[in-house]
């Protein structure tokens, strides 16, 4: 989750210097100003860059991905409007990057058949639906019960969980596997 790990901290870092400072001077201090006032989609495309940088790695793709997993969810989760966020929304932004990068590092696990996945397409759909809504609430409760909000995490903070939510989500898809076998 290595590169997953960094873009979550970035993304952290910002969020909480847009909570702190607000949309317009957090935009600022990335020199991207002039995406200010545009609609939250372009900034998030905008700030991919900063998020997620270009890399080589498997694990940069899967943060990209999940990046642009991520922009794609803002809309259907009424996030719309950049500069009128409020924290609970910030928060929810850092959840489905979150949510995102951990589900798309346990598909590259699968694909590398480091776990596997039931044999109908029924049951393997079923089993996506319930990680995916175990990692949105593991997440969530990470954020909200042991990070305290999105204000006051620090980089350690936000890897520490995401490892921690990918290690209890690996576990879980792997005794799926196993059960499945047996």
């Given at each position: 989750m290595g590169a997953a790990r960094q873009s979550s901290a970035r993304l952290a870092t910002f969020l909480s210097s847009v909570s702190a400072n607000g949309p317009r001077v957090a935009l600022q201090a990335l020199n991207l100003g002039t995406l200010a006032g545009r609609p939250i989609d372009e900034i998030f495309i905008g700030m991919m860059d900063y998020v997620c940088p270009e890399g080589g790695s498997i694990d940069a793709s899967i943060a990209r991905e999940a990046f642009i997993e991520t922009i794609t969810d803002?809309?259907?989760?009424?996030?719309?409007?950049?500069?009128?966020?409020?924290?609970?929304?910030l928060q929810t932004i850092l959840e489905l990057y979150a949510t995102h990068?951990?589900?798309?590092?346990?598909?590259?696990?699968?694909?590398?058949?480091?776990?596997?996945?039931?044999?109908?397409?029924?049951?393997?759909?079923?089993?996506?639906?319930?990680?995916?809504?175990?990692?949105?609430?593991?997440?969530?409760?990470?954020?909200?019960?042991?990070?305290?909000?999105?204000?006051?995490?620090?980089?350690?903070?936000?890897?520490?969980?995401?490892?921690?939510?990918?290690?209890?989500?690996?576990?879980?898809?792997?005794?799926?596997?196993?059960?499945?076998?047996?």
């Open positions: 803002l809309a259907d989760n009424g996030l719309t409007d950049f500069d009128t966020l409020n924290t609970a929304q990068a951990i589900e798309a590092r346990l598909c590259n696990d699968i694909g590398s058949k480091t776990v596997s996945l039931p044999s109908s397409v029924a049951d393997a759909e079923n089993v996506q639906t319930q990680l995916f809504d175990f990692i949105r609430r593991s997440v969530s409760d990470a954020l909200t019960t042991g990070l305290a909000g999105v204000q006051a995490m620090t980089t350690a903070m936000v890897q520490t969980f995401i490892d921690g939510v990918y290690e209890q989500a690996f576990t879980i898809l792997q005794s799926m596997g196993e059960a499945e076998e047996g």
